[in-house]
């Protein structure tokens, strides 16, 4: 549920005290849980990216799978790699390296690996690319900006930028 954290006080036994704000009536909930344990995870709210830019994207891909005669995965999977900040680089032991691949790639046709020599011995450097599925509304917006520019190159009509810029701008509305 989304909330507003709204203050916080120490109880009398020492015990830290959490409110929040809902506009969700809550009151059945609090009444079969109260007094009871329970498993909490708290995180900054993140609007995510509408189903419109998502669809763009997908069409984007498909035109331009269509004129290039490329699978549309490897339209995506390489777009991803492509724009900056979807990626991770880490260095991981040699004996390794398949099991962290195979496993990160299980995530999804964006979720992706790379290596490259490590300057550390008995170590490969390995890239790790993020799927789309994860990406906040910039990383979208670099996405599809890409994928615009390479539809363009091939001739492909696409939305003006004003267009574009609303579907990313559209976040949970």
């Not at 009871?36 to 509408?50: A, D, F, G, L, Q």
Request: charged share 30%; aromatic share 6%; with cysteine.
């Amino acid at each position: 549920m989304i909330a507003r954290l709204k203050d916080i006080m120490r109880g009398r036994n020492g015990e830290w005290i959490v409110s929040f704000a809902t506009p969700m009536d809550v009151s059945e909930l609090f009444d079969e849980l109260a007094d009871k344990e329970v498993n909490i995870e708290i995180k900054k709210h993140s609007r995510h990216r509408s189903l419109d830019a998502n669809a763009y994207c997908w069409v984007l891909i498909d035109k331009i799978a269509a004129k290039t005669g490329e699978k549309k995965t490897d339209v995506y999977r390489q777009a991803i790699k492509e724009i900056g900040g979807v990626s991770d680089t880490i260095c991981v032991m040699d004996k390794a390296v398949d099991r962290l691949r195979e496993g990160w790639e299980k995530n999804g046709i964006g979720w992706q690996t790379d290596t490259m020599k490590s300057k550390v011995e008995g170590c490969t450097n390995v890239i790790l690319y993020y799927g789309s599925s994860v990406y906040d509304s910039k990383q979208m917006a670099q996405l599809i900006d890409s994928l615009i520019q390479e539809a363009e190159g091939l001739g492909i009509p696409t939305l003006t930028d004003e267009q574009a810029g609303r579907l990313i701008n559209q976040w949970n509305k």
